[in-house]
């Protein structure tokens, strides 16, 4: 738009934002606020900046937003008029907040799924409380939904395309099959991240750009995987941040994702995360080292030798120290 404006004669000047036309222009949208017997005011919207007419469905919209300056205007009169009617006035801020919330639904469509994801060890995705059993729809396996959902989150930005996905989870399938099987799975996946989004309505959880898939990041609340890199970032030294970060890791990334954890897209990350974690404990054993605390500090070195398979030197010499 390249404007809005809401003016009343109630209210000392207009409440506007950018520089949206009062005048004649046949190309902007005007509604009153309230019954046209007796308005409060009257909203102008636009005109768009791209001189285009306004759809249907925007039109729609608009009606919306215009009853809700309404409802909020009424409600802020009678907070004046009738301050002592406490019971009357919280059902009304409770209609007033519903259409807030339908008019947000109208804008940026259903809420999606909030997930917290396990990823460093067996893998596990809660939404609210509670451990997702099922993925996926009644058209598709659970594993491949799980699957698809983990690479997905592990691509991030980068996304994955129909190829890579069908090659990992569905290799011995034929094409159309696989095809068919694809597409089945990613129906029920974005069905279970965004249960209330109307059939016709185009994805926000999973998106599909320049021939990629993505997952939206806002899908995602907190990931292990996340917090362990956040904890390994912050600057200084600390025990007890290094600590927070070796509970984290349970293991491998990954470790028993159906499909795509037996796959050669998750060596790259899951080295690089053994990697880090083998670093870590070599620092905390250092840490304990100088402290004095010597069964710590071979707790430690002896960890990082069995995740490392034997090949720390760091973690090695640190044992031997201890030896000495």
């Known amino acids: 738009l390249s404007g809005a404006v809401v003016a009343t004669d109630r209210l000392s000047g207009a409440i506007s934002i950018g520089s949206a036309d009062r005048s004649a222009n046949p190309a902007a949208v005007r509604l009153p606020l309230g019954p046209a017997a007796s308005p409060l005011g009257e909203v102008t919207f636009g ?7 306004f759809s249907q469905r925007e039109r729609l919209f608009l009606a919306q937003a215009a009853e809700f300056f309404t409802s909020a205007l009424h409600l802020g009169q009678r907070q004046s008029a009738e301050a002592a009617v ?15 919330t339908r008019l947000n639904v109208a804008l940026m469509g259903p809420p999606l799924a909030s997930l917290r994801i396990h990823a460093l060890g067996p893998f596990q995705v809660e939404d609210g ?7 996926g729809g009644p058209k598709a396996g659970s594993r491949q939904a799980e699957a698809a959902f983990a690479f997905l989150f592990d691509r991030g930005d980068r996304g994955a395309s129909k190829d890579e996905m069908i090659e990992v989870i569905w290799p011995d399938v034929d094409l159309d099959h696989a095809d068919l099987a694809f597409h089945r799975t990613l129906v029920g996946l974005r069905g279970m991240l965004e249960p209330a989004r109307p059939a016709r309505q185009a994805s926000r959880a999973i998106v599909f750009h320049n021939d990629r898939y993505r997952l939206a990041p806002e899908v995602v609340v907190w990931s292990d995987v996340a917090a362990f890199e956040e904890l390994l970032g912050a600057g200084g030294d600390g025990v007890d941040r290094y600590e927070q970060a070796r509970r984290l890791y349970r293991g491998d990334f990954l470790d028993d994702c159906p499909f795509y954890g037996d796959s050669a897209y998750v060596e790259e990350r899951r080295g690089l995360l053994r990697g880090q974690f083998v670093d870590l404990l070599v620092t905390l054993g250092r ?7 010597l069964p710590a500090a071979a707790a430690a070195y002896r960890q990082a030798m069995a995740v490392s398979g034997d090949d720390s030197p760091p973690a090695a010499a640190g044992l031997g120290r201890l030896d000495a």
């Open 47 to 53: 005109p768009k900046a791209s001189g285009a007419d």
């Open 129 to 135: 409380e509670a451990p997702i059993r099922q993925w």
């Open 86 to 100: 406490i019971s009357d006035l919280a059902e009304q801020r409770r209609r007033v907040a519903e259409q807030a």
């Open 287 to 293: 840490h304990y080292e100088q402290r004095g605390d």
